[in-house]
Protein backbone atom coordinates (compact mmCIF):
# COMPACT_ATOMS: atom_id res chain seq x y z
CA UNK A 1 0.00 0.00 0.00
CA UNK A 2 0.76 3.41 -0.81
CA UNK A 3 2.14 5.66 2.10
CA UNK A 4 -0.41 8.58 2.05
CA UNK A 5 1.10 12.07 3.40
CA UNK A 6 -1.62 14.40 3.27
CA UNK A 7 -5.36 15.22 2.12
CA UNK A 8 -4.74 15.46 -1.12
CA UNK A 9 -3.34 12.40 -1.47
CA UNK A 10 -5.76 10.52 0.25
CA UNK A 11 -8.19 11.89 -1.85
CA UNK A 12 -6.55 11.21 -5.07
CA UNK A 13 -6.21 7.20 -3.85
CA UNK A 14 -9.14 6.51 -2.47
CA UNK A 15 -11.09 8.27 -6.19
CA UNK A 16 -8.29 5.93 -7.58
CA UNK A 17 -9.46 2.90 -6.09
CA UNK A 18 -12.85 3.95 -6.34
CA UNK A 19 -12.56 4.19 -10.35
CA UNK A 20 -10.57 1.40 -10.54
CA UNK A 21 -10.82 -1.28 -8.30
CA UNK A 22 -14.33 -0.82 -7.12
CA UNK A 23 -16.54 0.50 -10.42
CA UNK A 24 -15.93 -2.34 -12.74
CA UNK A 25 -17.02 -4.57 -9.71
CA UNK A 26 -20.94 -2.61 -9.18
CA UNK A 27 -23.87 -3.86 -11.27
CA UNK A 28 -24.50 -1.58 -14.04
CA UNK A 29 -27.13 -0.04 -11.97
CA UNK A 30 -24.52 1.48 -9.36
CA UNK A 31 -21.85 2.96 -11.75
CA UNK A 32 -23.55 6.40 -12.30
CA UNK A 33 -23.83 7.22 -8.26
CA UNK A 34 -19.75 5.68 -7.99
CA UNK A 35 -18.95 8.02 -11.03
CA UNK A 36 -21.18 10.95 -9.15
CA UNK A 37 -18.91 10.83 -6.02
CA UNK A 38 -15.94 10.61 -8.19
CA UNK A 39 -16.97 13.51 -9.62
CA UNK A 40 -17.27 15.24 -6.01
CA UNK A 41 -14.32 13.85 -5.08
CA UNK A 42 -12.49 15.65 -7.47
CA UNK A 43 -14.12 18.68 -7.35
CA UNK A 44 -13.46 18.65 -3.62
CA UNK A 45 -9.60 18.45 -4.88
CA UNK A 46 -9.74 21.46 -6.55
CA UNK A 47 -11.54 23.68 -4.25
CA UNK A 48 -8.90 22.46 -1.52
CA UNK A 49 -6.27 23.29 -3.76
CA UNK A 50 -7.59 26.80 -4.79
CA UNK A 51 -8.27 27.53 -1.10
CA UNK A 52 -5.05 26.36 0.20
CA UNK A 53 -3.38 28.88 -2.91
CA UNK A 54 -5.58 31.91 -1.49
CA UNK A 55 -4.57 31.72 1.66
CA UNK A 56 -1.06 31.16 1.28
CA UNK A 57 -0.97 34.74 -0.84
CA UNK A 58 -3.25 36.26 2.00
CA UNK A 59 -0.63 35.36 4.10
CA UNK A 60 2.09 36.46 1.68
CA UNK A 61 0.06 39.91 1.19
CA UNK A 62 -0.66 40.57 4.81
CA UNK A 63 3.33 39.75 5.58
CA UNK A 64 4.23 42.40 2.63
CA UNK A 65 1.88 45.01 4.04
CA UNK A 66 2.94 44.33 8.09
CA UNK A 67 6.96 44.34 6.83
CA UNK A 68 6.78 47.77 4.28
CA UNK A 69 7.20 46.18 1.15
CA UNK A 70 3.89 46.37 -0.51
Known sequence: M???SDGE???ATARDALLNELLPALPKDR?????????AMAIAAR?????TDAARDEAGRL??????IG
Open 2 to 4: KDI
Open 9 to 11: DLM
Open 31 to 39: RYAALMIAN
Open 47 to 51: ERRSG
Open 63 to 68: HDLLTG
